[in-house]
T-cell receptor
Framework: SQKIEQNSEALNIQEGKTATLTCNYT??????LQWYRQDPGRGPVFLLL?????KEKRKERLKVTFDTTLKQSLFHITASQPADSATYLC??????FGAGTRLTVKP | DAEITQSPRHKITETGRQVTLACHQT?????MFWYRQDLGHGLRLIHY???????NKGEVSDGYSVSRSNTEDLPLTLESAASSQTSVYFC??????????????FGPGTRLTVL
């Protein structure tokens, strides 16, 4: 079965910088990947979905890429703000989640 | 506004007891899911349903059961609670799609402690 790996447990960046989070998958390419945001004590909230045949998707300050050669999706937050501090989760079309990356944006 | 709710929000029980966690959605979604979330493991799928009378096992289904008698509800039952089932449980729902799963809407979670 496929594994979804988010290698960075935590990422700290300065306000205004671009945050880049990584999601790697094993074996076959998933039909799509989704990214969610989770705040402490709350359920995840959907952000973006990118399909296997799409290279890039954007939504406001968010951008996600899908590289089938590297078996990787990158999630970018540009002009980051302290309010972007949260845990970000990657999940494949079989509902396998990565462990998440906790992002902290410092003012 | 449509929503997805879980009850109770917190539950403490003893080993060996039967426990049922409720999940209710007013989105009219066909798909419903139960996950558990533990430190270091992220979210893991327990059971899911694609419609009334349909249930399927997920990655970590042992010791859990679900039933789907209507569109709105998918209760999760722990037949005989074990300490290893101490966790935070999330319910989610999504629309059906011929292109696979759509975005999932998650409930607020239930924190279960088994002593």
């Amino acid at each position: 079965s496929q594994k979804i790996e988010q290698n960075s447990e935590a990422l700290n960046i300065q306000e205004g910088k671009t945050a880049t989070l990584t999601c790697n998958y094993t074996n076959y390419s998933p039909a799509y990947l989704q990214w969610y945001r989770q705040d402490p004590g709350r359920g995840p909230v959907f952000l973006l979905l990118i399909r296997e045949n799409e290279k890039e998707k954007r939504k406001e300050r968010l951008k996600v890429t899908f590289d089938t050669t590297l078996k990787q999706s990158l999630f970018h937050i540009t002009a980051s703000q302290p309010a972007d501090s949260a845990t970000y989760l990657c999940v494949n079309n079989d509902m396998r989640f990565g462990a998440g990356t906790r992002l902290t944006v410092k003012p | 506004d449509a929503e997805i709710t879980q009850s109770p929000r917190h539950k403490i029980t003893e080993t060996g007891r039967q426990v049922t966690l409720a999940c209710h959605q007013t989105w009219n979604h066909n798909n419903m899911f139960w996950y558990r979330q533990d430190l270091g493991h992220g979210l893991r799928l327990i059971h899911y349903s694609y419609g009334v009378q349909d249930t399927n096992k997920g990655e970590v289904s042992d010791g859990y059961s679900v039933s789907r008698s209507n569109t709105e509800d998918l209760p999760l039952t722990l037949e005989s609670a074990a300490s290893s089932q101490t966790s935070v449980y999330f319910c989610a729902s999504s629309e059906s799609s011929d292109r696979g799963h759509n975005e999932q809407f998650f409930g607020p979670g239930t924190r279960l402690t088994v002593l």
